[in-house]
């Protein structure tokens, strides 16, 4: 599952609700949405103006925690033939 940390890293840097929605532009109930990780989609655009404002890279932000029960299948990696020159 992927995991909003937004609200750690505005934490450590002290950073309001307020402050960030001012800074990126972004109505300050999306701000609110994103701080609590009750999202279900988010926009690129909107993760780009937060990590410029917060000077933090997405990885900062988002974390990939793994599920607890398998929901999708493993990609098989193709196979690769030799070619013959």
Do not use: W
């Amino acid at each position: 599952m992927i995991k909003i940390t937004l609200s750690r890293k505005m934490g450590e840097m002290r950073v309001t609700q307020a402050e960030l929605a001012r800074a990126t532009g972004i109505r300050s109930n999306t701000i609110n949405d994103l701080y609590h990780d009750v999202v279900e989609r988010v926009n690129l655009e909107q993760l780009d103006r937060i990590c410029e404002a917060l000077q933090c890279s997405l990885s900062d932000i988002v974390e990939f925690v793994p599920n607890k029960f398998r929901t999708v299948e493993n990609c098989k990696p193709q196979s690769v033939y030799k070619c013959k020159v």
